[in-house]
């Protein structure tokens, strides 16, 4: 039938000549293949022809009603979940649980001379405590006066890699 790529046909033939049996069923199928192409064409009939369209066409509306059915339930179950999902996001977000509790609340008062500032490895003075604003006064004057704790150390033994300066420690120097 002339299908095939020239560097195909060329190993077909090959095999061919090779195979007997190969050989007999390609003249078969070529002298079928001419035959069926000396008959004439013949036009199939319209009312076939449009029974065989509404027969598509029904089983293709089939298909999509079963199909917006099930996408139907599943777009509805989607719609389900994010509304719950919403509706607990919502609450946890705008209701404190922390009140609905049936014991009450105890809340801890740190006085002022017991919170102490830490100074991290980055020299850096912090104080973390939840407050009112008259602690939050108390808390500022202990932490004005903690500068007044720094001793600057005017020896070192040592030489270090560290920075090179003034050097402020809470405790005392012994020269």
Do not use: C, H
């Not at 299908?3 to 000549?17: G, L």
């Not at 999902?85 to 609450?91: D, E, G, H, P, R």
Request: glycine share 4%.
């Amino acid at each position: 039938m002339r299908e095939m790529d020239p560097s195909e046909e060329i190993e077909f033939e090959r095999e061919m000549m090779s195979n007997e049996n190969l050989l007999i069923e390609v003249e078969s199928l070529r002298s079928t293949y001419n035959k069926v192409k000396k008959l004439p064409l013949k036009q199939t009939p319209a009312e076939i022809l449009n029974k065989v369209k509404e027969q598509a066409v029904s089983d293709q509306q089939k298909r999509l009603r079963s199909s917006f059915k099930l996408i139907g339930w599943f777009g509805k179950t989607v719609a389900v979940a994010a509304t719950i999902l919403l509706l607990i996001s919502v609450s946890v977000y705008f209701i404190d649980f922390g009140t609905l509790t049936s014991s009450p609340a105890q809340t801890t008062v740190i006085s002022a001379g017991t919170v102490q500032p830490w100074v991290d490895r980055n020299e850096i003075i912090n104080i973390s405590d939840r407050t009112d604003a008259v602690q939050a006064q108390r808390i500022g004057a202990e932490y004005e006066k903690s500068y007044e704790k720094l001793i600057p150390v005017n020896k070192v033994d040592e030489p270090s890699n560290q920075r090179q300066g003034v050097l402020l420690t809470s405790s005392p120097v012994n020269n």
